[in-house]
């Protein structure tokens, strides 16, 4: 719970396109920030946990704040929004936030920060969503693949991701391998407000972090290989994992997430063709469940010192378009997916050639489960008798 508040009045002036990016991005200048807000006066509001700061502790924190505004603003520059396709005015019979209704009847149980189990109504629509867009994924020559949770540290740190997303990155590790140090771990290992209290050097060294995407597994599944597919395509459904500090926040972003995708690999001309085509049965499919949506380019969540340049590349070159749905009970609207290309940056990076022996190029197509489910919800409410014909049968109907 916060224990104190006040306000920073940022020493560059803050453009309105970068405010929401700036709010989010605060949250991982220091532990103690709980939430970030923005005042009738332009004035940034943080609220802050734990024992209230001294003098001393609270210029370290304003410092921070202020290091980070300056970075963002001075490397980031306004990015032109292109909507390719508008379907927000459908009618819809909800405007509602489906998430105290979920949690009331138990239908959505919060077991920790950003991570909730979903009971059979979002499971169901979760489990229609995904069986739908699989059929997808196979329509447009995706092979089924399945992949593991985690990723290895050394592939990462090939694609730059340690660079690029620092903040959201989740570590796995697990008892060194000596006796003594497991007894006293089986001995001493307790819980304290939550928090694992565990001998000191108990834990390895990190070897694999938990996949922040699908897709990544796939460039990895083929290294150092020549392509003799133009494209090669993969469809899969996998846990996702992105820590989001206090931005996680109901179904709408979480820790722990399920994402479908299809992935092309292969020339240029054939990666985006297939996007294309892929992208039109989306939204044929978005459409058919009376979700209310538009596209737009979008760009990536870079971490605070790369977030100008790599969005202004992404910008630039067209490479990100995302499914917004639209959210009325909020007036704003929530990305359920995306378009993506990637140019030949997975092929060079992991030596994935084509038969020519240059770069393969590659592109995925993705929605969240989670964040399609939540959609739908706040679109037309938590009662399934309320929900468009084709969504509500399917559901009934199962695989």
Known sequence: MSSAEFLIRPDVHIPE??????????AYVDEAVAQVSVAADGALRLQLQGEPPDAAREGEIRRKVQRAIGILVATTREPMIRVSEDCMDRPLSCATDPM???LASGEVVRTGDGVYALGPLVAGLCRFFENRLFALGLAHGGRIHRFPGMIPAEFLEKIQYFKNFPHSLNFVSHLREDLDLI?????????????LQTPPQAFSQVRHLLSPTVCHNYYLFLANRRLTEDPTAATAQGSCYRYESINMQTLERLWN?????????GSAPRVKEALVNAGREASRLLQEWGLAYRVENATDPFFIREFGMQAGFQNIHDLKHEYRARLPFKEGTLAVGSRNYHMDFFGRHMAITLENGAPAHSGCMGFGLERLAFALLAQYGNDPLLWPEPVRSGVRHGP
């Open 100 to 102: 105290p209704g979920l």
């Open 183 to 195: 007894e006293r771990f089986a001995s001493e290992t307790h819980c304290r407000d939550g928090l």
């Open 257 to 265: 997430f399920s994402m479908w995708e299809v992935i092309f690999v």
């Open 17 to 26: 396109f970068l405010i929401r990016d700036v709010v989010a991005k605060l």
